[in-house]
């Protein structure tokens, strides 16, 4: 996951930068929650877990620890 995250952050610093107005927040958001949905699933399939997004409060704290960058300020 953190291999992933290092990869993740620059383009995400990058549409921050490109697409950061302030009243762009909602459609950023959009994009967040999506990020996180993506990686909630990709963690489902590698622990063989049926729901898809059991654990999602567990993905979240995981990638905020690592370091993953949010769009939306």
Do not use: H
């Amino acid at each position: 996951m953190q291999k992933i995250i290092e990869i993740l952050n620059p383009k995400i610093i990058g549409m921050r930068n490109y697409y950061g107005l302030k009243n762009a927040g909602k459609q950023l958001n959009k994009i967040d929650w999506y990020i996180i949905k993506r990686f909630t699933l990709w963690y489902n399939y590698k622990t063989q877990n049926k729901r898809w997004f059991a654990g999602i409060s567990k993905v979240r704290k995981v990638i905020c620890e690592n370091g993953l960058q949010k769009l939306a300020v």
